[in-house]
């Protein structure tokens, strides 16, 4: 077996004691590290004044890991310039906030240069590769200028945009050029992969296509698969069994006193759609006056990328927005949005999630959306609540027993909601199982292996995605 190489932007491990508090993908990666004995590098998270490159090596339960730390100004024009102001919005079809900053872009090329000169020591001939997300488009061909033969692959976690938007980057054929230095280039989804291969067909002429999908440049094969992530289903659907998930459903169920609770979990972050489902409540509760006081819809959407201008706007937004709606419909005993803006720990939503007869899930664009998995699993069997699913998020292409809405519509959210809160049990408990059977079969240590096993074969394994 092939050590194995993840590198991405941050390095998070899990701790070896099942997923109670720990991300789904911490998990499997931790796992596929730990039984081939592999390393995972990438940024530290710290700010120091220049760039040293000096490796920082660490063991967490079994995983060994290699950060380095970034310079002021790599932070700035990398992280929270090229891939937060540029890649993030573009990717998101929001080109209305992307930022095109030349220094940006100067700032992404020299931070994946950086990282590929810092990781290249440790890579012996028979390792596995594996680069994640947008961070780090260029470091497979980084490595590859440095005279790196092994296998790489990419995993993009985010979708990819339609070929008209992507040439509005000023250097959109290179980021393109430099995917072609991957070995394995993995997507969330079919309709992501699709754009990619669009933008393929039109652009690069030297690059053949061929029907099952490999890309050709020259005698070099490139396998293009779609491989959708999933949740750590087991691990998820135990921790919302344990002692503080019981406990926060039942004083969820309790503060809820006989209201249906509708629930909204999310990062905040332009991409989820808050402002719009927001809107699409208002809407709910305007047009149907006999759910007041009787529903509320809680929001936990704890802040992201801060040091970024449009993130400190939509929080503002959101915070104007939903004190417009409490003050216009509110009560003395009833508050139509609790808004909340922290993170909770993983066993506390998943209580939370059961507690809750909908799922709001209404993202204007996501690669995939493990909220959405993770409602699916934390349901009851026998009384499960009602997911509600942008069609614009990742996982619809999975989830097609969801309600799925266009989260720019305030009338098709306000009516799901309705049709949620009337569904008969015999309606949840079909949809939930045809859910549920998919959130058990492709979970994330399903995504893990469907990608390495390709990785692993030289290409040649077949994955029906
Ligand atoms: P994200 O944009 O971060 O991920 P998502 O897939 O929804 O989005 O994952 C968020 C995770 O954070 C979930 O596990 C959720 O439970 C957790 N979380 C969110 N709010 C929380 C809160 N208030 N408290 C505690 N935990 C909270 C990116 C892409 C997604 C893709 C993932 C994985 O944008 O489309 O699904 O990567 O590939």
Not at 41 to 47: D, L, M, P, T, V
Request: glycine share 8%; proline share 4%; net charge negative.
């Amino acid at each position: 077996m092939s050590r194995l190489i993840v590198i991405s932007n941050r390095v998070q491990p899990a701790n070896g004691e099942g997923a109670g508090n720990q991300g789904g993908l911490a998990v499997a990666l931790s796992a596929a590290l730990r039984e081939s004995n592999g390393i995972w590098f990438g940024w530290s998270g710290e700010e120091i004044e220049t760039f040293t490159g000096q490796l920082n090596f660490q063991r967490h339960d079994g995983v060994a890991t290699a950060t380095v730390d970034l310079g002021a100004q790599d932070i700035e024009e990398y992280y929270n310039g090229f891939a937060n102001r540029t890649l993030w919005p573009l990717f998101h079809y929001r080109i209305d906030v992307a930022e095109f900053e030349r220094g940006f872009a100067g700032g992404y090329d020299r931070v994946n240069a950086r990282f590929a000169e810092t990781v290249h020591p440790l890579i012996e001939p028979d390792d596995l590769i594996w680069v994640h997300d947008y961070h780090m488009i260029p470091l497979g061909a980084e490595l590859r200028a440095r005279g790196v033969r092994n296998r790489i692959g990419f995993f993009l976690h985010i979708p990819w945009p339609p070929m008209r938007l992507l040439a509005a980057l000023p250097n959109h054929r290179q980021l393109v050029q430099a995917m072609l230095a991957y070995d394995v280039i993995g997507f969330q989804t079919r309709d992501w992969l699709d754009s990619f291969l669009d933008y393929v067909r039109a652009e690069m002429p030297d690059v053949r296509i061929e029907a099952d999908g490999s890309l050709f440049v020259g005698e070099r094969a490139i396998r293009v698969i779609a491989c959708p992530i999933g949740i750590d289903t087991a691990a998820f659907r135990a921790s919302a069994r344990e002692p503080e998930a019981v406990t926060a459903f039942e004083r969820m169920r309790a503060s809820a006193n006989g209201r249906d609770l509708i629930v909204g979990v999310d990062r905040l972050d332009y991409s989820k759609g808050l402002q719009e489902r927001f809107l699409g409540y208002e809407r709910f509760l305007s047009s149907r006056p006999q759910a007041l006081g009787r529903v509320f819809l809680l929001q936990i959407a704890p802040p992201s990328r801060e040091d970024v201008q449009s993130y400190r706007e939509i929080r503002s937004a959101l915070d104007g927005l939903s004190g417009r709606i409490n003050g216009e419909f509110a009560d003395v005993e009833w508050v139509p949005i609790r808004y909340v803006n922290r993170g909770y720990p993983r066993d506390r939503l998943a209580g939370i999630y059961r507690a809750a007869r909908v799922g709001l899930v209404t993202p204007l664009r996501d690669g995939m959306n493990l909220v959405a998995k993770e409602y699916v699993a934390a349901q009851d069997e026998d009384d499960p609540g009602v997911l509600i699913l942008s069609r614009f998020a990742g996982a619809a292409e999975q989830m097609g027993e969801a309600l799925l809405v266009n989260p720019h519509s305030a009338e098709e959210i306000a009516d799901a909601i309705s049709q949620a809160l009337a569904m008969t049990r015999a309606e949840r408990q079909r949809r939930w199982r045809a859910l549920m059977d998919g959130v058990e079969e492709r979970d994330v240590l399903w995504w893990q292996r469907c990608f390495l096993s390709v990785l692993a074969s030289g290409g040649k394994a077949t994955v029906d995605a």
